[in-house]
């Protein structure tokens, strides 16, 4: 029943910057954590950031650490990468990640998944 879905690629310039979305639909949705990955053409997914719903802490990749800032707004149940300096290597579709767990809070082994959002750095 839960969707994430994000929003905020498009293209830009090298040096650039985005603020990437994830809206969670539902209303009463509170995971542990929420993240983002990343998938460039004929690679992995990679993990590139994540935040601790209540704590709020955070945790960042090495290729983006001191470019991107992740953040939360509790009211909205949406999750945000702002990102800053911008390089080509950036390009990649990214996605929304949250753990799937059960009523007491236990990880149940599974994730959800955004549909992906588009980020081009290209000059």
């Known amino acids: 029943q839960v969707q994430l879905v994000e929003s905020g690629g498009g293209l830009v310039q090298p040096g650039g910057s985005l603020r990437l979305s994830c809206l969670a639909s539902?209303?009463?949705?509170?995971?542990?954590?929420m993240g983002w990955f990343r998938q460039a053409p004929g690679k992995e997914r990679e993990f590139v950031a994540r935040i601790t719903w209540s704590g709020g802490t955070t945790t960042y990749a090495d290729s983006v650490k001191g470019r991107s800032t992740i953040s939360r707004d509790n009211a909205k149940n949406t999750v945000y990468l702002q990102m800053n300096s911008l390089k080509p290597e950036d390009t990649a579709v990214y996605y929304c990640?949250?753990?799937?767990?059960?009523?007491?809070?236990?990880?149940?082994?599974?994730?959800?998944w955004g549909k992906g959002t588009l980020v081009t750095v290209s000059s």
């Open positions: 990640n949250a753990p799937e767990t059960t009523a007491q809070g236990y990880y149940t082994g599974r994730d959800y």
């Open positions: 539902e209303r009463t949705f509170r995971p542990y954590a």
